[in-house]
């Protein structure tokens, strides 16, 4: 399935100025029936804040002057109940890995707030700086994979953030034998009860397996396929009705793809 999803097609949406610039390693997110960009990189690292109108086929820059995140890329957006929760990202540095990178939009009131920084001594009760990892959300919680830590190499923490709370907890230690294991630029989706974890990058290969994590039993399964996307770092997925569609991405040092892959929850089966 190449550029096409069943019977649909791709189609350009032309919008008027003004709109984002050209960028990649940006992050996005729905809430509302808007949708919300923020960073990326284009000649430079990027710290814009827009919102797309779907129904007026607009764009309107909004402003992340005050508590708002600075320049940003590879991180992630999620939104839940009126806001959104934007995480990692940062340019690494000795500040950088001694703070927590949560930020919080309000769409409501159209402001920022950021998460209190670690004191040192309990610097492992909250997530460092990352990039290249996964956020999903399932019932009241953020959960994050993943990602990387730049020179200190590459991660398999996974981690919860609970919106009501603003705890983080980890849910499984980079000790954990079971799993994915530490990669980056990786995606990963929520269907019913489980979060389902594909691809990214395993040090220096890239990966075109398939896990699930159960939320209820708290634990991780392989699933094994005959078919489906080779190895791609760098993707995009989403959930649609019954099925999981992966787009784009592509292997290190080459032109990236415009595959268009679905893989059915019920069947187990890509086509």
Same mark, same amino acid.
């Given at each position: 399935m190449k550029g096409r999803a069943g019977r649909g097609a791709w189609e350009a949406a032309e919008v008027q100025q003004p709109r984002p610039c050209d960028r990649y390693k940006h992050a996005c997110a729905v809430c509302r029936g808007f949708v919300y960009l923020y960073g990326g990189?284009?000649?430079?690292?990027?710290r814009d804040f827009w919102r797309y109108h779907t129904v007026k086929n607009e764009w309107e820059m909004l402003d992340c002057s005050r508590d708002g995140p600075e320049e940003l890329e590879e991180h992630s957006m999620v939104a839940y109940k009126g806001s959104l929760?934007?995480?990692?990202?940062?340019?690494?540095?000795?500040?950088?890995?001694?703070?927590?990178?949560?930020?919080?939009?309000?769409?409501?009131?159209?402001?920022?707030?950021?998460?209190?920084?670690?004191?040192?001594?309990?610097?492992?009760?909250? !997530?460092a700086n990352r990039k290249g990892h #996964?956020? *999903?959300v399932?019932? /009241?919680?953020?959960?994050?994979? %993943?990602g990387y830590f730049g020179i200190k190499g590459i991660s398999q923490e996974f981690w919860e953030f609970h919106f009501g709370t603003?705890?983080?907890?980890?849910?499984?230690?980079?000790?954990?034998?079971?799993?994915?294991?530490?990669?980056?630029?990786?995606?990963?989706?929520?269907?019913?009860?489980?979060?389902?974890l594909f691809g990214g990058l395993m040090g220096l290969t890239e990966q075109r397996d398939l896990w699930r994590w159960d939320f209820g039993s708290s634990s991780w399964s392989s699933i094994r396929t005959s078919q489906g996307? !080779?190895?791609?770092?760098?993707?995009? #997925?989403? *959930?649609?009705?019954? /099925?999981?569609?992966?787009?784009? %991405?592509?292997?290190?040092n080459s032109s990236p793809n415009d595959?268009?892959?679905?893989?059915?929850f019920h069947t187990q089966t890509w086509k």
């Open positions: 990189h284009g000649s430079t690292t990027l929760y934007i995480f990692g990202g940062m340019v690494d540095s000795a500040f950088t890995q001694a703070k927590t990178p949560l930020w919080i939009y309000d769409i409501d009131s159209a402001r920022w707030t950021q998460s209190c920084n670690e004191p040192a001594e309990t610097e492992s009760s909250a !997530p #996964s956020a *999903v399932y019932h /009241s919680s953020m959960y994050i994979y %993943g603003r705890k983080w907890l980890c849910v499984s230690s980079p000790c954990h034998s079971s799993g994915p294991g530490a990669r980056h630029g990786h995606s990963a989706v929520v269907y019913h009860t489980a979060m389902y996307p !080779p190895p791609v770092v760098g993707h995009a #997925s989403i *959930v649609c009705k019954d /099925s999981m569609l992966i787009f784009g %991405g592509g292997i290190s595959d268009l892959w679905k893989y059915n």
